[in-house]
């Protein structure tokens, strides 16, 4: 079957470094997202990895291995605002995207 | 503005009720999407569909039924609602293609429906 597991709750300070991992077992590979969802929102693009190593956007950045199976999301200089769940996702060999049910981050002052 | 808009944003609705929430993206896209949310968060695909093709979730009850009138819109329809149904629903777009990977899938706001 098809798999996607991160951890359902994380908790870091204002100002700190927050590291989510994803890991995936998928029928075929065709890139990873991470997508961010504020509560009662809809789920916003965030990034987007097919090939191996890390991608930085400003304070966010994403880390692939897919020999491993595994990408993690970094984040820098938490802000209150980056309070909020972090979607990884899949997409598998028929470009159908598989989700993970999220980390809920929990950033405190 | 170029978006994914769905609506109406929040229903309520009795039990065995048959009821609509409409889709409609102007980003160009040639699938469209349908993702239930439950209380768990996990974000679950119902139907994807483009001008050639519906996929439809085994798993998803033949009360809920897609309606694309043209390539813009995807309308949800559930018939005799159950309690069970009460989620948000999310609609989607992307334009599948190696090119336009970097962008996702683009959502709409979501509709929570509540059946009481």
């Known amino acids: 079957g098809q798999n996607i597991d991160q951890p359902t709750e994380m908790t870091a300070t204002e100002g700190a470094i927050v590291q989510i991992n994803c890991t995936y077992q998928t029928s075929g590979f065709n890139g990873l997202f991470w997508y961010q969802q504020h509560a009662g929102e809809a789920p916003t693009f965030l990034s987007y990895?097919?090939l191996d190593g890390l991608e930085e956007k400003g304070r966010f950045s994403s880390f692939l291995s897919r020999s491993k199976g595994y990408s993690y999301l970094l984040l820098k200089e938490l802000q209150m605002k980056d309070s909020a769940s972090y979607l990884c996702?899949?997409?598998?060999?028929?470009?159908?995207?598989?989700w993970g049910a999220g980390t809920k981050l929990i950033i405190k002052p | 503005d170029t978006a994914v808009s769905q609506t109406p944003k929040y229903l309520v609705t009795q039990m065995g009720n048959d009821k609509s929430i409409k889709c409609e993206q102007n980003l160009g896209h040639d699938t469209m999407y349908w993702y239930k949310q439950d209380s768990k968060k996990f974000l679950k695909i119902m139907f994807s569909?483009?001008?050639?093709?519906?996929?439809i979730n085994e798993t998803v009850p033949n009360r809920f039924s897609p309606k694309s009138p043209d390539k813009a819109h995807l309308n949800l329809h559930i018939n005799s609602l159950e309690l069970g149904d009460s989620a948000v629903y999310f609609c989607a777009s992307s334009q599948p293609g190696q090119g336009d990977l970097n962008y996702g899938y683009t959502f709409g706001s979501g509709t929570r429906l509540t059946v009481v």
């Open positions: 569909y483009n001008n050639k093709e519906l996929i």
């Open positions: 990895n097919v």
């Open positions: 996702a899949v997409t598998d060999s028929n470009y159908q995207l598989i």
